[in-house]
């Protein structure tokens, strides 16, 4: 399975970007789809996560800021940033769980900085 991440870019605080990452391959039946950031010096974390039944978890720091959402016809799943601030700045990280094995994205960079 690949993951192509794209959406990534330099924002202004306030700004908003949308994030995409699309699975392919020899695709199993994905479970759980998530968006990970590491910023600089700092571990990955988790940032959003969503089944595919479309219940959804959120770090507390992006509660209320950012969305996420997939489309399982296409093995994509979104993330949508709000309000960014400069504490988001980092590398995001999408991955699937596809039967029992965990894949991941390559990492589309978010810069958030006047």
């Known amino acids: 399975v690949q993951l192509q991440a794209c959406g990534g870019g330099l924002v202004q605080p306030g700004g908003s970007l949308r994030l995409s990452c699309a699975a392919s391959g020899s695709i199993v039946s994905i479970n759980l789809m998530g968006w990970y950031r590491q910023a600089p010096g700092k571990q990955r974390e988790l940032v959003a996560a969503i089944t595919n039944g479309g219940r959804t978890t959120y770090a507390d720091s992006v509660k209320g800021r950012f969305t996420i959402s997939r489309d399982n016809a296409k093995n994509t799943v979104y993330l949508q940033v709000n309000n960014l601030k400069p504490e988001d700045t980092a590398v995001y990280y999408c991955?699937?769980?596809?039967?029992?094995?965990?894949?991941w994205g390559q990492g589309t960079l978010v810069t958030v900085s006047s």
């Open positions: 991955s699937v769980l596809d039967g029992s094995t965990l894949y």
